[in-house]
């Protein structure tokens, strides 16, 4: 759950509240704690809250209720433009009329820095970004991935301590959208800055965040670091929103000693690690991950094993993705490593699947 000590929090959202129209809230009762220097993910669909969040945090929308506070003080009612908070957008936001060196200075003139101060500024963060040489061009004469690094230095022009992103990447393809991701990161990580960035992209998140808020109906459904996430996600909707993810449909029957046993739909019984079940009768959705099942498996006496048909079979470079229907789910997936000895399976083949049953988690059922 969303943490509620403050004692060190350079970032406090102290039970946040949003309405529109004061009666749907969009952010709901939101507590979560920030230390410096942490890059923490906001990451949900569109509609859970997570971008609301980081415009309250800018200043560009006001909390219905709660606190706001940034190294201890509260910013509700201090303007934007005097929070001292960096951002850098999805559509760059860069002035097409100036050159790349004016754009950067602009944030240096407003706060009132002399000439020869903001010159050294702009080339400092130029440097930083590797864009140096561009100080005399205009946007319009930069590809996307140079606009982007000239947005992120503007950001960091006037060393902010903490920079806010709002799908930064989400207009670059998909190759320099991953180079950026690790340039971000690396560069937040070797400044000692505290980030705030929005994304619906769970691989974004999961690669660039030390933390990761997965937001859902306007509530953090689960505050964690990304392998945290992935390998014990809290709900089903955690589970499903994370990387691929199989589930089976069933009753807890038993629950004893830090495992439970669940009758499937289709009649079979399975062993689970109870996480959001809490009495026999429940009905709960187990969670699999693709990788951890096998094919005709060799996982010792402790494994579960279940009947299989293959649906579909398809070679993806590095790893075959095997689609197979499992007692009732007909979208069962499996994941295997493209090894010399990897047998290729034909729709229609009957095999037999197992897994360890530390690795399936019994859910809600919802």
């Known amino acids: 759950m969303p943490d509620t000590g403050t004692s060190d929090a350079f970032v406090a959202f102290e039970r946040v509240q949003k309405s529109y129209d004061g009666e749907t809230l969009v952010v709901k009762d939101l507590n979560l704690n920030m230390p410096k220097g942490e890059f923490l993910t ?4 569109s509609g859970s809250g997570k971008t609301t969040c980081l415009m309250m945090l800018a200043g560009f ?66 440097d930083m970004v590797e864009m140096g040489a561009f100080g005399g061009r205009r946007p319009a004469q ?55 960035y929005v994304t619906h992209d769970q691989t974004e998140a999961l690669t660039m965040s030390d933390r990761v808020a997965v937001f859902d109906d306007g509530r953090i459904q689960q505050l964690a670091p990304p392998d945290e996430l992935y390998e014990a996600p809290q709900n089903s909707f955690v589970a499903q929103f994370i990387g691929e993810n199989n589930t089976l449909e069933g009753v807890v029957k038993e629950i004893s000693g830090g495992r439970c046993t669940v009758q499937l739909d289709g009649g079979e019984v399975i062993d689970a690690v109870p996480v959001n079940v809490s009495k026999v009768g429940e009905r709960t959705r187990v969670s699999i991950r693709p990788e951890r099942v096998e094919v005709n498996p060799d996982l010792g006496e402790s494994a579960h094993t279940l009947k299989a048909k293959v649906k579909e079979f398809i070679y993806m470079g590095d790893i075959f993705r095997t689609r197979l229907s499992v007692a009732g789910n007909e979208d069962f997936v499996i994941k295997t490593r493209n090894r010399p000895d990897q047998v290729r399976l034909r729709p229609g083949d009957e095999v037999t699947i197992g897994w360890m049953p530390e690795d399936c988690r019994a859910l809600d059922a919802q």
Do not use: C, W
Request: zero cysteines.
């Open 142 to 196: 930069l590809s996307g991935g140079q606009q982007q690094r000239i947005a992120l230095a503007r950001a960091l022009v006037f060393e902010p301590e903490l920079v806010l992103m709002d799908e930064p990447l989400g207009a670059l393809d998909k190759q320099l959208r991953e180079k950026m991701q690790f340039e971000i990161t690396d560069l937040a990580h070797r400044l000692g800055i505290t980030v705030v």
């Open 42 to 45: 906001m990451l949900g669909p």
């Open 61 to 126: 929308e006001t909390a219905t209720h709660g606190e706001i506070k940034l190294d201890g003080v509260s910013i509700n009612n201090i303007p934007p433009h005097k929070r001292g908070i960096g951002m850098v957008f999805q559509n760059y936001a860069l002035f097409p009329h100036m050159t790349v060196a004016e754009n950067l200075s602009f944030p240096l003139e407003v706060r009132k820095i002399g000439k020869s101060e903001r010159e050294k500024k702009v080339m400092r963060a130029l």
